[in-house]
């Protein structure tokens, strides 16, 4: 049974750096590929990052890529997605997803219930 979660939302300001966790109910993610995607007000929702199922490869959205950071604990029960220098369009609700394949594709299987990022000018 798969249940997904995500934890280290919260408010803000602009420039802080931001932790953000998701965790399989206690467990490995050892065969899961695990991703973050956001969704802002008004706006659909959008990759974000990516790793590989090895914990090995990871992948962002090119908008993304230089301030944000996927990655996983060694026992991979845990797979964060850490964020620098926060802007005030980052606000958005952060979910985390995950499926049992080698690098996810389009349609994960499990996602989290979302975690709220405020940023604040």
């Known amino acids: 049974q798969v249940h997904l979660a995500e934890s280290g939302g919260g408010l803000v300001q602009a420039g802080d750096s931001l932790r953000l966790s998701c965790t399989n109910s206690g467990r490995s993610f050892s065969t899961y590929a695990v991703g973050w995607y956001r969704e802002a007000p008004g706006k659909p929702r959008e990759f974000v990052a990516r790793?590989?199922?090895?914990?090995?490869?990871?992948n962002y959205a090119d908008s993304m890529r230089g301030r944000f950071t996927i990655s996983s604990d060694n026992a991979e029960n845990t797979i964060y997605l850490q964020i620098d220098k926060l802007r005030p369009e980052d606000t958005a609700v952060y979910y985390c997803?995950?499926?049992?394949?080698?690098?996810?594709?389009?349609?994960?299987?499990?996602w989290g219930q979302g975690a709220l990022v405020t940023v604040s000018s």
């Open positions: 790793i590989s199922s090895s914990k090995r490869v990871t």
């Open positions: 997803a995950a499926d049992q394949e080698v690098i996810l594709t389009d349609t994960p299987r499990y």
